[in-house]
């Protein structure tokens, strides 16, 4: 039986990351969807809160097992038996950064294999990043999220009030 692992920092989830949990789980016996604690990034989510959308999106596939995890990824996946790290691949500027990881990740535990899924061609744009961006300008994002992460979004959006970009680092792809 193959263990894969599906590590991220999903903050939050959005169809892209579903669609390739989804798939992995039609390919491995079991997927663990994991998110990372502590990413170098600035989290609009706990790491409690993004658990739930990820359980919530995972609900209808029994071999899906959603949990944190802290630390190396690589140790993360040995721990729980993994063989194989997942990853979603949208465009090229993802292939280089998989890439780099992919052989760092090789180093560091030969005994793993990282295997890249592309996305499916209609979240192709999909990233964190743009929807929190799309978020944030009250744009709509009912076609790049379940239901209950729009609703927690906009949630957490009315409770940072007008000067939420002040509060919340926004990594723009314009600039």
């Known amino acids: 039986m193959t263990t894969a692992v599906y590590p991220g920092s999903f903050d939050p989830i959005h169809y892209g990351h579903i669609d390739i949990a989804k798939r992995a789980a039609k390919i491995f016996d079991t997927v663990i969807w994991a998110a990372y604690d502590r990413p170098m990034k600035n989290l609009m989510f706990s790491t409690e809160e993004r658990i739930a959308f990820m359980r919530e999106a995972a609900k209808d ?3 899906i097992k959603v949990m944190p995890y802290h630390g190396l990824t ?3 996946a040995r721990s729980i038996g ?4 997942v990853r979603g691949l949208r465009v ?8 780099q990881t992919a052989l760092t990740n090789r180093q560091l535990a030969e005994d793993i294999d990282t295997i890249c899924l592309m996305t499916s061609l209609k979240y192709a744009f999909v990233s964190s990043s743009t929807l929190k961006e799309v978020a944030f300008l009250n744009g709509p994002i ?5 239901p209950f992460v729009e609703e927690a979004l906009r949630k957490r959006l009315a409770q940072l009030g007008e000067d939420h970009d ?3 680092k926004i990594v723009s792809l314009r600039e």
Not at 82 to 85: C, I, K, N, Q
Not at 92 to 99: A, N, R, S
């Open 61 to 63: 596939f029994p071999n």
């Open 74 to 76: 690589v140790q993360f």
């Open 82 to 85: 993994a063989t194989v790290m």
């Open 92 to 99: 090229t500027y993802d292939f280089e950064i998989e890439y």
């Open 142 to 146: 009912s076609t790049i999220v379940p």
């Open 166 to 168: 002040e509060k919340v």
